[in-house]
Nanobody, 111 residues
Framework: QVQLVESGGGLVQPGGSLNLSCTVSGSAFRLYTLIWARQSPGKQREWVATITRRGITNYMDSVQGRFTISRDDAKSTGYLQMNNLRPDDTAVYYC?????WGQGTQVTVSS
């Protein structure tokens, strides 16, 4: 039914940037808050950013000012622009919509 597919992850140097995408199918994308969350080995999954159907955004403290969440309802796609990346940003990043989650995309920040 509902499919969420993340893309755009990879290996990047500290200070670099990545833009993650989340393409959603089988759901009324425009009706729901989009969530980006991440999980590192041995740690609990934490939410990184959210954007409501009306475009209201929220960020976890450590990414505020560096990450930007956005959405394109015409494409049923969400984005997470990540700038000035740090090694502690290394994690699998997941997108979620109305309690459905994708498989995640790996982000590794390392020299």
């Amino acid at each position: 039914q509902v499919q969420l597919v993340e893309s755009g992850g990879g290996l990047v140097q500290p200070g670099g940037s990545l833009n993650l995408s989340c393409t959603v199918s089988g759901s009324a994308f425009r009706l729901y808050t989009l969530i980006w969350a991440r999980q590192s080995p041995g740690k609990q999954r934490e939410w990184v950013a959210t954007i409501t159907r009306r475009g209201i955004t929220n960020y976890m403290d450590s990414v505020q000012g560096r990450f930007t969440i956005s959405r394109d309802d015409a494409k049923s796609t969400g984005y997470l622009q990540m700038n000035n990346l740090r090694p502690d940003d290394t994690a699998v990043y997941y997108c979620g919509l109305n309690h459905d989650w994708g498989q995640g995309t790996q982000v590794t920040v390392s020299s």
